[in-house]
């Protein structure tokens, strides 16, 4: 089954090392903070191990990906009541993107030309719409949805996915400035758990 990890994006090739070695992946997509990838074993299993992992914002259940002249289209088409329980939420993330102009620049691999994408029509509250409408019995929960949607635009790409792990735990209370006796040479708890788990230890 194919998921999207969401990496934290403050140690990248660390990230990556480590969901590379906790899911014995020998082949992926790697997309700037964002790592593709077809994962063994079922859901109990695999929900054991994103639970080991440091360096990972969140993980989604791979739904489509697209050209982002395509999304609207595919936004239309897509079977949303086949992933929909309860309520939904949909929320967008725009990677290398210009925030300030709301826009994504795409480039020919030539490079003779560039092309400024405006984001603005992809916004959460149009995307979602397509959404509502295709739903039987449509409900919008933005607080604590139990279907969250999330986009993610990179250059001219969308990758779109299913939340099914969150990583809520609130590691840095482990800093070493917190304990009663600090070391100089202390490691960031996250990057010594990520370094843990690049051993491939299963336990």
Not at 14 to 40: C, M, P, Q, W, Y
């Amino acid at each position: 089954m194919k998921h999207i990890f969401f990496l934290s994006g403050d140690y990248v090739e660390l990230e990556i090392e480590e969901t590379i070695s906790l899911f014995d992946l020998d082949k992926g997509k790697f997309k700037d903070r964002l790592v593709i990838a077809d994962l063994k074993g079922d859901e109990k299993s695999l929900s054991k191990i994103f639970k080991r992992l440091a360096l990972t914002k969140s993980i989604y259940k791979y739904l489509f990906e697209c050209k982002i002249d395509d999304l609207i289209e595919f936004m239309k088409n897509y079977d949303w009541n086949s992933v929909y329980k309860d309520n939904f939420c949909l929320r967008i993330e725009k990677l290398n993107a210009n925030n300030e102009e709301n826009t994504i620049t795409e480039r020919s691999i030539d490079g003779k030309y560039n092309k400024k994408i405006n984001l603005k029509k992809f916004s959460e509250k149009n995307l979602s719409g397509y959404i509502w409408r295709s739903l039987s019995n449509p409900k919008v929960d933005l607080m604590n949805p139990k279907t969250l949607i999330q986009l993610f635009i990179m250059k001219n790409k969308v990758y779109c996915g299913l939340l099914v792990y969150q990583n809520k735990e609130y590691i840095d209370e482990r800093k070493s400035h917190k304990r009663p006796f600090a070391h100089p040479s202390a490691l960031h708890p996250k990057v010594a758990r990520a370094l843990v788990n690049i051993t491939g230890i299963k336990e």
